[in-house]
């Protein structure tokens, strides 16, 4: 069923992979009036049924995201989304210009506190497939352990940083909201408080129906097989502090 009545309102979720992006999309869809369709880049996305889509301008992608999108006939929409993480951008590098440009976006930016977390699950998710564990999952094996070049770690640690500065230059503050990874899985009941107040909709209980579960369990240090000669490289420099181990494990998303 496609959309013909005035548009809704739109917005963005947007981060870097292994963030919560999933997650909180997850929860924001358990509001009748909220609707975000996956990945509107990501050509298997299993929300969009055009899987030509991507041959599309930018503005023609943005509209079929945001004025023809795919419904559902359980939900009244007043507020339709969409996630993309950042290296969608990378491959598609006009687009963030014209989804900046989309008039009364809002956007919803998930940071982790530990970048080097993001990657190493993001590279254990790319080898084992498994990229969610929810409560009422079986248990299942842990995670590959995995060798992380300096390299790829110096890439993507600038690359997280450029993005966070590039959304928050982007977009003026009433238009952006920023939720940490850690809060959302902590909190998430005052996290989705937040952010029904920042999209503008009614607050809604959760029902609690699924949980998002860790992943991975273990440490750095057990997880990156180079740990240590990944730290004696950063060691001093502005990276330093994502290999120091005292924070807490959090549920990987």
Avoid at 126 to 142: E, H, Y
Avoid at 204 to 209: D, F, I, N
């Amino acid at each position: 069923m496609t959309h013909t009545a005035p548009a809704p309102q739109p917005f963005a979720i947007l981060g870097m992979p292994r963030t919560g992006t999933h997650y909180l999309e997850e929860l924001l869809n358990e509001h009748a009036n909220v609707l975000s369709n996956g990945e509107l880049l990501n050509t298997y996305d299993a929300n969009w049924p055009d899987k030509d889509r991507l041959l599309r301008s930018d503005r023609e992608l943005l509209e079929l995201a945001y004025l023809r999108f795919p419904t559902r006939s359980d939900k009244e929409v007043t507020h339709v989304g969409c996630k993309i993480n950042e290296p969608q951008f990378q491959e598609r590098p006009s687009f963030f210009n014209e989804l900046a440009r989309w008039p009364g976006l809002k956007v919803i930016l998930l940071s982790r506190r530990n970048t080097l977390e993001s990657l190493r699950s993001l590279v254990q998710a790319r080898q084992s497939r498994q990229w969610l564990k929810f409560s009422s999952d079986d248990d299942t094996a842990p995670p590959p352990r995995v060798n992380l070049s300096i390299a790829s770690c110096e890439d993507y640690f600038r690359a997280a940083d450029e993005f966070h500065a590039r959304v928050a230059d982007s977009f003026a503050s009433s238009r952006l909201l920023e939720i940490e990874y850690e809060r959302l899985l902590r909190e998430p009941t005052a996290c989705l408080e937040t952010a029904w107040r920042f999209l503008g909709v009614p607050a809604l209980q959760l029902s609690g129906s699924g949980t998002l579960q860790r992943l991975e369990q273990r440490p750095l240090d057990d997880t990156v097989e180079n740990f240590e000669e990944l730290r004696r490289h950063f060691a001093g420099g502005p990276y330093a502090r994502f290999f120091e181990l005292d924070d807490a494990l959090m549920p990987e998303g």
